[in-house]
């Protein structure tokens, strides 16, 4: 690479030198604090403009855990960069599928210099591996790295990485790191004006992001300290709370620092995708085409393979409201066992399923309760796949063969929202793929800001009617009456509901009335709240601590007061069945069913949790 004679490296760098990012011999490095990603010391603008093709190649990463071998190897990737206004942009902001197991997405990151380089300009930008769809769970995981490397008008230095942060399954908590030879081939990008004038829009159009400390100087401090009280900071990939346009934010921990790129680091959604993927776009197709939609049938536009008529009725609402009467496990209608189907041979065929079809046809092997729709609820997640690929199959009726229904959610209401770069896990199907839904999204802090927005405001922006209005606020729980099907939990405040794929937890406000406050959750913890009052607080972790343990609707109310009227009470359960002894019964069987099916899933991977330290 080009270069006079070495300089001495700023005193302030303590890694990632010049003599380290030069050594293109290098087999071991160790993980370094992520803030040496970031400009060190005397920095100024960089000394070349980066534009061209950067190419890593897939190589063997190091590892904190040796188990699961074949996801040790680094993907690599050959992908055009150019520089905007000091960010390092790359040309391919989607997810991009490689012959390792991981897939890769790159974001935007910063370019400059450092008088220790000698006369070169450095880089970073962060970046987000994940894993396939037919993992255990959905491979919805998102492990988030930073690289560096140096550069000039013609070359570039070795590329060093880490891993250090994720929002995963238990057993897939580890650190990645290594630095790796790479090659720069500078070149004018093609579509250099549209990525220009996209990324300079995007940045224009971001939520404003303030300190956390902020909202406690204006608001009861001990009521914030509760948001996350009980979560380990390094367990947190993200928290905050979206008040009034502006985006409070907690810091980003990592094992190694606080993450560097906290706007940019890309967010596993495990089952938020349910709401934000099927439930989105279920409120999009009613105000598109008609709220009947909901009663559509799923045999209508599907082949179902099952050996029962169970699904002969099943409508679109009830596979949304996870109601449809059909399920393997626990066939008695009490207790409340809403977990249920979310173990065992059926479930683990659909997630292996590599296909729609071998997805598909796991999900309709499973056998028929003795009720109907809408009568209990049973999480399904296989079933969330089966409402996707029949709303795909139902806008294919509308808008030709070539209609695809993530591509058409895109373009309908997140781009008009401000979201381009949001990712949805496919499944093949010989054209433009099956949304996952059931899991499988991946999103930024500006992401969950404008979606919990647009849902505040009842499915409109700018003044534009993008979600149908009644049937937004029936999902979250706004149409005056009590709502949902009970899921079996009942707390202080009342039961809980699940609803148009929204959960509920009730609560009494300090007026004495009851509120059923809407929620996403995700697996390990993760959750976003939309409280009736306009205030949205999101959590993304991988700790595994209950949603339910989170003051998320204390702590909108005391940031704002909640409207009036409220309801009487939140008691969907005293009419029913159930009882306090079916209940516990109902929390026992659950226990032991989850204790069953995490020992299978421990057995099958060989998996075991790692929360390796950074190495100095």
């Known amino acids: 690479m080009a270069g006079g004679p070495q300089l001495q490296a700023s005193e302030d760098r ?21 803030s040496l990603f970031l400009p060190v010391g005397d920095w100024n603008s960089p000394a070349h403009r980066l534009e061209g093709t950067l190419t890593v190649p897939r190589a063997v990463m190091q590892r904190s855990s040796p188990d699961y071998a074949a996801y040790r190897y680094f993907p690599g990737f050959s992908i055009e960069f150019l520089e905007v206004d000091g960010h390092l942009v790359p040309s391919n902001r989607a997810v991009i599928v490689t012959p390792s197991n991981w897939s890769l997405i790159l974001s935007p990151g910063r370019v400059w210099s450092e008088p220790g380089d000698n006369g070169l300009s450095r880089a970073s930008f962060p970046f987000t591996l994940g894993s396939p769809p037919d993992r255990l769970f959905g ?37 990645m790191w290594g630095q790796l030879a790479m090659e720069y081939e500078p070149a004018v990008v093609e579509d250099r004006a549209e990525i220009e004038r996209s990324f300079t829009q995007e940045l224009a159009t971001q939520f404003p992001v303030a300190e956390w400390s902020d909202l406690g100087t204006q608001f009861d401090a001990d009521a914030l300290d509760s948001f996350t009280a009980g979560l380990a900071p390094e367990e947190i990939s993200a928290a905050g709370v979206v008040v009034d346009g502006v985006v409070y934010l907690q810091p980003s921990r990592t094992r190694s620092g606080d993450y560097p790129y906290p706007r940019f680091m890309q967010h596993a959604g495990m089952s938020v995708s ?5 439930g989105v776009a279920m409120l999009w197709l009613a105000q598109a085409y008609g709220e009947d939609v909901f009663d559509l049938r799923i045999a209508d536009y599907l082949d179902v393979t099952s050996d029962h008529d169970g699904w002969a009725e099943v409508t679109f609402g009830d596979v949304l409201n996870m109601a449809t009467g059909i399920g393997d496990n626990s066939p008695e209608r009490v207790p409340y066992d809403i977990y249920a189907n979310e173990t065992g041979l059926n479930y683990r065929k659909f997630y292996l399923g590599e296909t729609t ?71 093949p199907n010989g054209d433009g793929g099956t949304p996952l839904m059931a899991s499988g999204l991946r999103l930024t802090i500006d992401d969950v800001a404008k979606i919990a927005t647009l849902l505040q405001n009842g499915g409109t922006h700018n003044g534009e009617q993008l979600l149908h209005p009644d049937r937004t606020a029936d999902a979250l729980y706004r149409s005056g009456q009590l709502t949902g099907l009970p899921t079996g939990k009942s707390f202080d405040d009342g039961d809980q509901a699940y609803h148009s794929s929204f959960w509920s937890i009730a609560h009494r406000t300090e007026a004495g009335t009851y509120f059923q406050v809407p929620f996403m959750s995700g697996a390990g913890g993760i959750t976003i709240f939309l409280a009736p009052n306009g205030v949205s607080t999101f959590v993304f972790t991988d700790s595994g601590q209950d ?42 069987a659950a226990g032991v069913l989850a204790a069953v099916g995490l020992l299978v899933w421990r057995v099958l991977h060989k998996r075991r949790r790692n929360r390796a330290q950074p190495k100095a």
């Not at 030709?400 to 896990?425: C, D, K, Q, Y």
């Open 547 to 588: 949603a339910y343990s989170l003051n998320s609707p204390g702590v909108a109310e005391a940031i704002k007061p909640y409207p009036e009227p409220g309801l009487p009470n939140v008691s969907l359960m005293s009419d029913g069945p159930a009882t306090t002894g079916t209940l516990v019964a109902a929390a026992i």
């Open 139 to 175: 491979g919805g995981e998102a492990h988030n790295g930073i690289a560096t490397f140096l550069f000039d008008d013609t070359s570039a230095s070795s590329f060093r990485f880490q891993i250090t942060q994720e929002t995963a399954p238990d057993g897939d908590i580890y650190d």
């Open 274 to 278: 349910k709401s934000i993927g099927a």
């Open 14 to 34: 303590a890694a990632l030198t010049y003599s380290e990012l030069m050594d293109s011999d290098v087999t071991e490095v160790d993980i370094v604090d992520n």
């Open 357 to 427: 079809s071998e997805k598909l046809t796991a999900a309709f092997a499973a056998g028929d309760y003795s009720w109907g729709p809408n009568e209990v609820v049973r999480y399904t997640s296989s079933q969330t796949f089966v409402l996707s690929a029949a709303m795909d199959a139902y806008l294919k009726t509308k808008e030709g063969p070539n209609a695809n229904l993530w591509e058409s959610l895109t373009r309908e209401v997140f781009r008009p929202i401000g979201i381009h770069h949001m990712t949805m896990m496919t499944v």
